[in-house]
C-alpha cells in the first residue's frame, strides 16, 4: 500500500472531499426532511424549510462535482459502477427531483402544501435510502466483467446494504437535528435537542454496526484495518469516534447551540476516514484499483489545474453564502 | 439479439426524454438570468421603480424555472453511466473534465449565488446583490460554453489518440474545447436561449397589454422583449446558415438528411421545401421542390454537384424522416419570429407597439415557438449525427450499457412519470405566476402574504423602503 503522491492518488482525495462535502452539506438538508413530520405545520417547518432554502442547490452540487469527477478521473469505475447500482441510483434521482422542487412548490401553491411537504420528506428518507444502500452495495462488492458491470440486477439488495441505507437516513437526520439546533430558538429548538440525542445515539451505534461488519465482508478490509503495524494508525478512528461521543453529548447536555453540529459533523468525518482505509487502493472493491481506472496523465493534469484554482475559490463563495444567511432562521439582528 | 436491441432503444428512448425535459429549462433560464441582470442593472441606474417591479416579478418564476433546471440536470450527469458505461469509459477521459470544468466554474458559481439573489437583497443590499445576480447570470453562459463544448466535441472529435485501453486520450485540450463545430453551436445556442426567453416575456407582456394597454409593467416587458426578437430573430438565421455550411463540411450526412437528399445531384441539387420522406425507398415522395436552390444556398453556385446519401453506406444514414421534419419546424418557427419582429419594427415606427392588439395576439402566439424551436433544433443535430455516439469513431450501439430491457423499461417509466407529475405542476405554478398582472410594489421571494416566515423580523433596507413608499404615492 503505497501512499506516493500520484496524480491518482490526488484524485481519489479530491473525489472522496467532494462526495464528504456533499454527505455532509446535503446530509443536513435532507436530514430535516426526514424530521419534517415532526414539526407543527407553519412556523416550525417553515423555519426549517428555509434555514437550508438559500443553501440547498449549492450543496447538492457537490453530488454533480463528485459525479463528473469520477466520470472524468476513473472512467473505468465509473462505467462499472453505475450499472451494479442502476436501480438504486435512479430511485435517488427521482426522490431528489421531489425533495428539490418542493423547496419552491410548497411556496406557490397553499392548497397542496400538504402534499409537497410528503414529497419534501418522502424524496429525502428514499434519497437518503438509496445512497446508504449505493454505498453498502459498493462496499459489498461488485461483479465485474472485462471493463464492465457483469453482475445481476437485483445484486445490490443484501441485508448489509440495508444496513448501511437505514444507518445513513438515521446519520442525515441526526446531522439534520444538530444544523437545527443551531438554527432555530425556543419549543423547536428543545424539540430537535431531544431528537439530535436519539439520533446521535442511534448514529453512533450504527457506525459501530456497521464498521464490525464490515472487516468481514469480502476484499481487502480485514487486512486494510488490523494488519500491523497498520493497526498502531487504524486503531485511533474509533478511538476519536469514541472520543467525539462523549463530548457531543456533553455539549448536548449543556445546551451549547453550534458544538452539536460542529461535533457531528467529526462524527461524519470520522467515519469517511474509515470509510477510505477500508477501500484504499480500491476504487471498485476487490477488482479495480484507482491506478488501473485511472484516465490518462493529460485528463488528470488538466482538471487537476483548474482544480487547484478553482475549489478554493469555490468554498470561499459557498462560505460567503452561509455568512450572508448566518444566525437564527427568520430572526433579526445579524446583519 | 432483439433483446439488446430493444433495451438499446429504450436506453436512447429515456436520454432523449430526459435530455428534451431538461433542456427546456436551461432554454428559458439562461435568457432569463441576463434579463433579471439587465433589469436590476436599469433599477439601480434609473432608480424607477417599474424595473425593479418587474425584477421581482420575473424572479419568482426564475427560482421555479431553475430548481427543475437543476433536478433534472442532475439526472443527465448520472445517466451517462448508468445507461452509456460504455461510452464512458471510452470518452470519459474527454468528455468528463469539460463537464468537470462545467460544475467547477458554472454549477458552484450559479448555486452558490442563487439564494443570495432568491433572499438575500435585505441582506447584502442592492449593489452586492447585483453581483450575486450578475454571478448567476454569468454562471448560465459558462455552463453553456463547457456543455456544448463536450456536444461540438462528440459532433466533431479530434485532438486525442487512442490508448491501449480503447479510450480516447486527450492530446491537445484547445483542440478538443475548441473543436471545429463548438463556435456555431455555442453562438446558434445562446441566441436561441435569448429568443426563447424574448418570446415568453413578449407573450407575457403581451397578455396583460391586451388586458390593459396603459399598465407600465406590462408595456417595459413588451418593449424590451420585441426589441430583442427584431435584432436577434435575423441575427439567429444567419448564424443558423453558417452553422449549416460547417455541418456541411464535417458531417455531410446531416445535411443530406435535413435536405431530403437521398440522390446525388452532379448538376446543382434542388431545395426540397415539403415531401414525404421513405427510408426503406430511399426517396422524398410528393416532393414540392426549388430546382437548384439547395446548391445555391449551400455552396453559393447553382450547379454545384452535391452529394447524396447513396455515396454514404446504408448502416451509417441517420433517420432522414426524422431529421427532415425537425429541421421544417425550426426553420419555420425561425421565420415567424422573423416576421414577429418586423411586425414589432412597423409598429414602433407608427407608434402603435402598445396599442395593436394584433401585434399583441401575434407575440401571445409566438410564446412557446423558442421551446418548440430549440428542441426542433436539437432533434435534427442529434438524430442528424446517428448512428455515432462520437461522429464516425463510436457507434450508438456499441456505447450503451450491458442492461436488461425490463431495467431501462421500468427505469423510463418512472421517468415518464416522475416528469409529467413534477413539472406540469411547475409549468403550471409559472403560468399561474405569468397570469398575475406585474404591479407596483411587486412582492419578492421573501416577502408576501403566502410566506410569513420569510418576512418575520426582516425589514427592508432603508433604500427599499423609501422606493417602494415612493412608488405607492
Known amino acids: 500500500m503505497s501512499l506516493a503522491l500520484d496524480l491518482p492518488t490526488i484524485w481519489a482525495c479530491i473525489i472522496a472531499f467532494a462526495v464528504f462535502a456533499y454527505v455532509v452539506m446535503d446530509g443536513f438538508d435532507l436530514g430535516i426532511g426526514i424530521l419534517f413530520p415532526t414539526f407543527k405545520p407553519g412556523r416550525e417547518r417553515d423555519s426549517a424549510m428555509n434555514s437550508v432554502a438559500p443553501v440547498w442547490d449549492g450543496n447538492e452540487t457537490w453530488l454533480v462535482l463528485g459525479g463528473g469527477g469520477l466520470m472524468a478521473a476513473f472512467p473505468l469505475a465509473y462505467a462499472i459502477i453505475l450499472p451494479a447500482l442502476y436501480a438504486p441510483i435512479i430511485i435517488m434521482l427521482l426522490a431528489l427531483i421531489f425533495r428539490g422542487v418542493a423547496f419552491e412548490f410548497r411556496w406557490r401553491d397553499p392548497d397542496h402544501r400538504a402534499f409537497w411537504d410528503v414529497a419534501f420528506t418522502g424524496g429525502s428518507i428514499i434519497g437518503t435510502l438509496a445512497q446508504g444502500i449505493t454505498l453498502g452495495a459498493l462496499l459489498q462488492g461488485v461483479a465485474v466483467d472485462g471493463r464492465q458491470y457483469g453482475g445481476g440486477w437485483w445484486d445490490w439488495l443484501t441485508p448489509f446494504s440495508l444496513l448501511t441505507g437505514v444507518s445513513l437516513v438515521v446519520g442525515y437526520a441526526f446531522l439534520g437535528a444538530t444544523w437545527l439546533v443551531m438554527k432555530t430558538e425556543g419549543d423547536m429548538q428543545a424539540h430537535v435537542r431531544r431528537l439530535a440525542g436519539w439520533l446521535g445515539a442511534g448514529t453512533v451505534g450504527l457506525i459501530g454496526v456497521v464498521s464490525a461488519v464490515t472487516p468481514f465482508l469480502k476484499g481487502a478490509y480485514y487486512e486494510n484495518w488490523f494488519a500491523w503495524p497498520n493497526v498502531l494508525l487504524t486503531a485511533q478512528v474509533p478511538l476519536l469516534v469514541l472520543i467525539g461521543t462523549v463530548l457531543f453529548f456533553r455539549s448536548l447536555r449543556r445546551g451549547h447551540e453550534r458544538w452539536p453540529f460542529l461535533l457531528a459533523l467529526g462524527l461524519f468525518g470520522l467515519s469517511f476516514i474509515g470509510l477510505g482505509i477500508s477501500m484504499f487502493p480500491y476504487v471498485v472493491p476487490g477488482a479495480v484499483t484507482i491506478w488501473q481506472a485511472a484516465a490518462p496523465d493529460s485528463s488528470l493534469i488538466f482538471m487537476l489545474v483548474g482544480a487547484v484554482v478553482l475549489v478554493p475559490i469555490i468554498l470561499a463563495y459557498t462560505g460567503y453564502a452561509y455568512w450572508v444567511f448566518r444566525g437564527k432562521v427568520g430572526q433579526e439582528g445579524y446583519h | ?473
Open chain 2, 1 to 473: 439479439m432483439f433483446d439488446d436491441i430493444s433495451a438499446l432503444n429504450l436506453a436512447r428512448a429515456q436520454f432523449a426524454f430526459t435530455v428534451s425535459f431538461h433542456f427546456i429549462f436551461p432554454a428559458f433560464s439562461i435568457g432569463l438570468a441576463s434579463y433579471l441582470a439587465v433589469l436590476e442593472a436599469l433599477w439601480l441606474r434609473t432608480k424607477n421603480e417599474v424595473y425593479l417591479n418587474l425584477f421581482k416579478y420575473w424572479l419568482k418564476i426564475f427560482a421555479l424555472a431553475f430548481a427543475m433546471g437543476v433536478v433534472s440536470g442532475i439526472t443527465m450527469s448520472y445517466q451517462f453511466g448508468t445507461n452509456w458505461s460504455v461510452f464512458s469509459d471510452k470518452a470519459g477521459p474527454i468528455i468528463g473534465p469539460l463537464m468537470a470544468y462545467e460544475v467547477m466554474t458554472a454549477f458552484f458559481l450559479e448555486a452558490g449565488f442563487l439564494g443570495v439573489m432568491l433572499f438575500g437583497m435585505n441582506r447584502v443590499g442592492p449593489k452586492l446583490h447585483f453581483v450575486a445576480t450578475l454571478a448567476v447570470a454569468v454562471g448560465t453562459f459558462i455552463s453553456a460554453f463547457w456543455i456544448l463544448s463536450a456536444n461540438s466535441w462528440m459532433q466533431t472529435p479530434q485532438g486525442f489518440t487512442m490508448n491501449a485501453a480503447g479510450q480516447f486520450a486527450p492530446a491537445d485540450w484547445l483542440a478538443i474545447i475548441f473543436n471545429p463545430s463548438f463556435p456555431y453551436r455555442l453562438v446558434h445556442t445562446v441566441l436561441g436561449a435569448y429568443l426563447t426567453t424574448a418570446l415568453v416575456v413578449g407573450a407575457v407582456g403581451a397578455w396583460h397589454l391586451l388586458k390593459d394597454r396603459t399598465n407600465p409593467g406590462a408595456r417595459v416587458m413588451f418593449n424590451m422583449a420585441m426589441g430583442l426578437v427584431a435584432v436577434a430573430a435575423p441575427i439567429q438565421i444567419f448564424a443558423g446558415d453558417m452553422h449549416g455550411l460547417n455541418t456541411l463540411e464535417h458531417q455531410p450526412a446531416k445535411v443530406m438528411a435535413m435536405e431530403g437528399h437521398y440522390q446525388s445531384h452532379p448538376d446543382g441539387a434542388p431545395l426540397i421545401l415539403f415531401g414525404i420522406p421513405d427510408q426503406k425507398a430511399g426517396e422524398v415522395r410528393a416532393q414540392i421542390a426549388i430546382p437548384k436552390a439547395s446548391s445555391l444556398i449551400l455552396k453559393h453556385d447553382p450547379n454545384a454537384p452535391l452529394a447524396g446519401l447513396d455515396t454514404v453506406p446504408r448502416e451509417d444514414w441517420p433517420s432522414v424522416p426524422v431529421v427532415f421534419w425537425s429541421f421544417r419546424i425550426m426553420v419555420g418557427l425561425g421565420m415567424l419570429m422573423l416576421a414577429l419582429g418586423a411586425f414589432s419594427v412597423l409598429a414602433r415606427v407608427r407608434r402603435g407597439l402598445y396599442d395593436w392588439p394584433l401585434l399583441h395576439r401575434f407575440a401571445l402566439v409566438m410564446g412557446p415557438a423558442g421551446f418548440v424551436a430549440v428542441l426542433a433544433g436539437w432533434v435534427t443535430t442529434e438524430v442528424g449525427r446517428q448512428p455515432f455516439t462520437v461522429y464516425g469513431l463510436l457507434r450508438t450501439a456499441h456505447s450503451a450499457a450491458p442492461l436488461d430491457a425490463p431495467a431501462v423499461a421500468a427505469s423510463l417509466l418512472a421517468f415518464v412519470i416522475v416528469y409529467f407529475v413534477v413539472f406540469s405542476a411547475g409549468t403550471g405554478y409559472i403560468l399561474k405566476l405569468m397570469s398575475h398582472a406585474p404591479h407596483a410594489g411587486e412582492p419578492g421571494l421573501e416577502q408576501g402574504p403566502d410566506h410569513p416566515v420569510r418576512t418575520a423580523g426582516i425589514t427592508p433596507a432603508p433604500g427599499i423602503q423609501h422606493a417602494s413608499e415612493g412608488d405607492a404615492s
